[in-house]
């Protein structure tokens, strides 16, 4: 009687605040109305003071205004909660099937002991618990049956992480959420109450891992008061299961430690290190280890002192090695050189292969140039063999429009993922070559740069959220569906109305293909806006800048055609390809459409496999996904009365100004290319309504950049 006098005050209380959701909550908000979709726990049993149950029953009391009594199983419906030493665990769970799934891994079953029926939750270890619980209480969110539930679950990837692109002065390199969650100026003595929701939030999702600064690292880190500051952070992640690591600049030994050089031959510089680490691990014990970002972009490196790669990075393996510490080190690399910059980072790590000690991963993004709308994967996978190498996917929104564009990502990490690299012949995928499978290694990890801020809802835009949670997820699981993890993060996050979530996520699962195509499609890439990232600037030509930071560079339109030329006879990227990948990339009809102008210079009346001329191909795609965010704006409107007003208003602002600026996309990269195909843009598609000056002048200041 009682709980059912707690649900409806619940349900009077969160109708009275449905209009006030602000985000904050994320998929977390464990608000549940409908007791239909509730459990009929009776109570609540497993390891005594044990983390994973505590939260269960915060979850719980949020959803029902109880705690569930804790007692020994018992008549009706008890959830029992433990590793493999409980007693009660013992009688249902064979310790050889929880061993399989390892310290992560879980069981969740429902079974019935003579009259009593047991939801059980089991692992060999507590992160393994914890993460089964939050399996759980997704399950009761998304309003799943849990009569016959027998699931066993294990992480795709040992390591996955979060890096944050976040500087020690509270900005974020690319963030589009406001400043760093990171208050260092207030710690250690401020804790901020964001790091506990934070970490629990990471927790849900199987992350287990950050990188708390920047790649382009401030020397700063490292000293003795930042690294109490840091202490204080991995402090409130243990208990959620979840390690830090840190963004080293390589000329630390130079400019902390005062010493004359950073050569990682230098016996000095090594003892630097290991006294560093040293000192790292008498304060966090089971700190993760670094990430760096060495000899690209004007960072410091081994190569300023005539060293290699693995040079760098074996010194820094090895201080850490004592403590079971690992060694990211970053593979984007590329110089202002004659040489194709979609080639470089290969002709550099290639010969490298086998070089680095086991505890050093290699750090690769998605594509071979940089996170742009739509690449290939890059050659790297499947070429590196004898070292581990992790994938590194972009959460934050750098160049899909910010934090103002509706652009779901897990279409995009799921094609990546499942390409095939054809390392070990058919279906040798990008996944099976980095978890292990194909290649074992002592570790497997899987990075993607976090979108995370001080704003209110954490990420920008409400529907941003939706990444980071497809991040964790797939690194936990990456053979999951696209759609599943969007129906998931849905419920939890709006309603489990099917007239909500079946339109939304059609919407969101075409989101970023409408992306690409009214910014970059066809294979166009990198036709951004100087520096900032934002906006097109096809035309943008600076007077002695770097040719592989213009847009010319990569869309080489002339009269003739357009496309960057990666064939044989072109820069012959191609052939860091496996056949019959480097066959079918190189051949203008096989090569896939969709990355056609990546790998060929294609001339305007070339005819499309639809039998349009590329000229009016592309004038179509970029119409197209003009009117599939018209489209958006009418879906997001029409679901109105299934969201709260806050949400339902800032949602339907931001595809306002997605529409806008896929207009703006739309008709300066087509009054730009139309200087040269000089053929009319096909007369059933809506006409420019800017002039290509007008657009030229456009000049943004952006707030957020860094
Ligand atoms: C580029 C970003 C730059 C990053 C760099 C990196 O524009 O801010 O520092 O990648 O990944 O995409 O190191």
């Avoid at 969110?141 to 500087?167: A, C």
Wanted: glycine residues 8%; aromatic residues 12%; contains cysteine.
């Amino acid at each position: 009687m009682r709980r059912i006098f707690c649900i409806i005050w619940l349900c009077i209380v969160s109708i009275g605040v449905i209009n006030a959701e602000d985000g904050s909550r994320l998929w977390l908000r464990f608000q549940s109305c409908n007791t239909a979709t509730l459990p009929n726990f009776t109570a609540i049993n497993g390891n005594k003071g044990s983390f994973a149950l505590q939260q269960f029953q915060e979850a719980w009391s949020l959803m029902t205004g109880n705690n569930l009594p804790e007692r020994n199983l018992s008549a009706g419906h008890t959830l029992l909660i433990g590793t493999s030493k409980n007693r009660e665990i013992k009688k249902v769970v064979k310790a050889k099937e929880l061993k399989e799934l390892g310290t992560e891994g879980y069981i969740i079953r429902t079974v019935m002991q003579g009259n009593k029926m047991v939801t059980l939750v089991a692992s060999l270890g507590e992160g393994g618990l914890l993460y089964g619980v939050y399996h759980l209480l997704r399950l009761i969110q998304t309003g799943t049956d849990l009569l016959s539930l027998q699931i066993s679950e294990k992480p795709s990837y040992d390591i996955r992480i979060l890096n944050h692109w976040d500087n020690l002065n509270g900005t974020v390199e690319r963030g589009y959420a406001g400043y760093s969650i990171w208050q260092w100026d207030k710690l250690p003595e401020v804790i901020s109450p964001r790091y506990k929701e934070y970490a629990r939030a990471n927790a849900s999702i199987g992350i287990n891992g950050t990188v708390l600064n920047n790649v382009n690292a401030s020397p700063d880190i490292l000293t003795t008061s930042y690294l109490q500051k840091v202490k204080i952070i991995a402090d409130i992640l243990r208990p959620y299961h979840i390690k830090v690591y840190l963004s080293v600049n390589f000329s630390s030994p130079k400019i902390v430690g005062g010493l004359s050089d950073s050569d990682p031959l230098n016996p000095q510089v090594q003892k630097w290190w290991h006294e560093k680490a040293t000192e790292i691990y008498r304060l966090i014990p089971d700190f993760g280890g670094f990430l760096v970002k060495a000899n690209s972009e004007g960072q410091p490196g081994p190569m300023d002192y005539g060293r290699t790669h693995s040079d760098g990075a074996n010194m820094l393996a090895d201080a850490l090695k004592p403590y079971g510490g690992i060694v990211m080190w970053r593979a984007f690399v590329y110089n202002p050189s004659p040489e194709d910059r979609a080639k470089q980072a290969y002709l550099e790590f290639k010969p490298l292969d086998g070089a680095f000690r086991n505890n050093v991963i290699i750090q690769v993004k998605n594509g071979p140039v940089d996170f742009q709308p739509r690449e290939p994967f890059s050659p790297l996978f499947g070429a590196i063999q004898q070292t581990a190498i992790m994938p590194e996917l972009q959460i934050t929104q750098e160049y899909l429009g910010f934090s103002n564009h509706l652009v779901f990502l897990a279409p995009q990490w799921k094609e990546f993922l499942e390409s095939d690299t054809h390392c070990k012949g058919e279906n040798s995928t990008v996944a099976k070559s980095t978890d292990g499978t194909i290649y074992p290694h002592t570790h497997s990890a899987i990075a993607g740069v976090a979108n995370i801020g001080l704003d209110t809802n954490w990420c920008g835009h409400h529907f941003a959220q939706a990444n980071w949670y497809a991040f964790g997820r797939l690194a936990w699981d990456h053979t999951l569906t696209a759609e599943e993890i969007a129906t998931e993060w849905i419920r939890m996050t709006f309603s489990n109305e099917p007239k909500f979530e079946k339109p939304v996520k059609e919407m969101m699962l075409q989101s970023w293909e409408t992306a690409v195509d009214y910014m970059m499609p066809l294979g166009l890439h990198h036709i951004f806006a100087w520096d900032h990232h934002y906006g097109p600037e096809p035309w943008c030509n600076i007077p002695g800048a770097r040719a592989d930071w213009l847009p010319p560079y990569y869309h080489n339109a002339g009269t003739d055609g357009i496309g960057f030329d990666r064939t044989t006879t072109g820069s012959d990227a191609v052939s860091q390809y496996y056949s019959p990948l480097r066959e079918q990339f190189n051949n203008l009809e096989s090569c896939p459409e969709e990355l056609l102008l990546w790998f060929h210079h294609v001339p305007w009346n070339h005819s499309m496999k639809n039998g349009r001329t590329l000229w009016e191909e592309l004038c179509y795609r970029y119409d197209g996904g003009v009117q599939r965010v018209r489209e958006f704006q009418k879906i997001w409107d029409r679901v109105e009365p299934f969201v709260d007003s806050d949400r339902f208003r800032h949602v339907q602002s931001r595809l306002r100004i997605q529409s806008r600026d896929a207009v703006w996309w739309k008709d300066a990269c087509l009054l730009y290319f139309q200087t040269f195909s000089k053929k009319p843009i096909p007369y059933d598609i809506e006409r420019p309504v800017h002039e290509l000056e007008e657009l030229q002048q456009i000049k943004l200041e952006l707030k957020h950049h860094n």
